[in-house]
């Protein structure tokens, strides 16, 4: 099966809390993952509720969590606004954190089909590149991208409906992708709304919200667990994992406190 099979984004899953997560599960699960069961392509899209709330960390995490079960694994960043060029290659932060944490590597232009000048949003600095954003490149990509690996992990932008043009915005980039949506929440004064709010985008245009992650970006946080529970309560996808406020915030760190086994369609323990 793949993971990219409808599923009603409603009943996919009950609210859990998934209380068992935590750091010493991951490592015994990844080898049964390799070997058994696992879906036998992967393809997600990972949005969160902002800017600057741990995408890139989350997309790196489960892609390192997929390579160290032996999956082939590509991140990708169709869009991404803040470059410069080293060595006569245009660098982009997320591209290059994704690249080092995937083990599948294609050409930059193919991962990362518009790749911006200025770190600013992304229709105007496509408008300042002189290039107009548009689907069918990055559908090109990614068609491309997923013929060469077992599982795709594809960034965001921002949040969930970023502006790339007149006619074009993030949320369409999503819908014509059509992937599983996972949802990152970035926990922080502000954020249960930007969550619902976010949540009620993906399934209005009906793709499934696979699962979400909480990150506690802001280590000042009153409340950290209520809010979580008040997400839980109202969000229909599984939670996949609870990342601390990190002292380090690599993807290895990360990866301890994902648990995939959440995902629709993934297998959940051993048996
Ligand atoms: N749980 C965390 N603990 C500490 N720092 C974090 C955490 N999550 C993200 N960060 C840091 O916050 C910044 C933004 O994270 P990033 O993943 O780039 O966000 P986004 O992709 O949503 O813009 C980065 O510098 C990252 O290292
Ligand atoms: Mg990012």
Redesign the pocket.
């Known amino acids: 099966m793949s993971l990219n099979d409808p599923v009603d984004p409603v009943l996919a899953a009950e609210p859990v809390l998934a209380p068992e997560l935590g750091p010493e599960l991951e490592p015994e699960l990844q080898p049964v993952l390799a070997a058994e069961g696992m879906p036998s392509h992967i393809s997600l899209f990972v949005t969160?509720t902002?800017?600057?709330?741990?995408?890139?960390?989350?997309?790196?995490a489960i892609l390192h969590t997929l390579v160290a079960a032996g999956v082939r694994a590509c991140g990708m960043k169709p869009v991404a606004a803040g470059a410069e060029l080293r060595d006569g290659v245009l660098h982009n932060?997320?591209a290059d954190?994704l690249i080092a944490a995937s083990n599948v590597h294609l050409p930059r232009n193919i991962t990362t089909p518009y790749m911006l000048r200025d770190a600013c949003a992304p229709h105007i600095a496509a408008a300042r590149d002189g290039v107009k954003i548009e689907a069918v490149p990055i559908i090109a990509a990614y068609t491309e991208v997923a013929a060469a690996s077992d599982a795709v992990v594809v960034?965001g932008v921002?949040g969930f409906r970023v502006p790339f043009s007149d006619d074009f915005d993030s949320a369409q980039m999503a819908e014509q992708l059509n992937l599983p949506v996972i949802l990152?929440v970035?926990l922080r004064l502000g954020c249960l709304s930007h969550a619902l709010l976010t949540i009620e985008a993906i399934v209005r245009r009906d793709l499934v919200l696979a699962g979400w992650v909480v990150?506690?970006?802001d280590?000042e946080m009153n409340f950290a667990d209520e809010n979580i529970a008040a997400l839980a309560a109202r969000i229909p996808a599984p939670m996949l994992g609870r990342?601390?406020?990190?002292?380090?915030?690599t993807a290895e760190e990360?990866a301890k406190f994902i648990n995939l086994a959440g995902l629709p369609g993934w297998p959940s323990r051993r048996d």
């Open positions: 969160g902002d800017t600057e709330i741990g995408k890139t960390l989350v997309s790196c932060e997320d954190m960034e921002g990152v970035g990150n506690e970006i280590p990342i601390p406020y990190l002292e380090h915030a990360a």
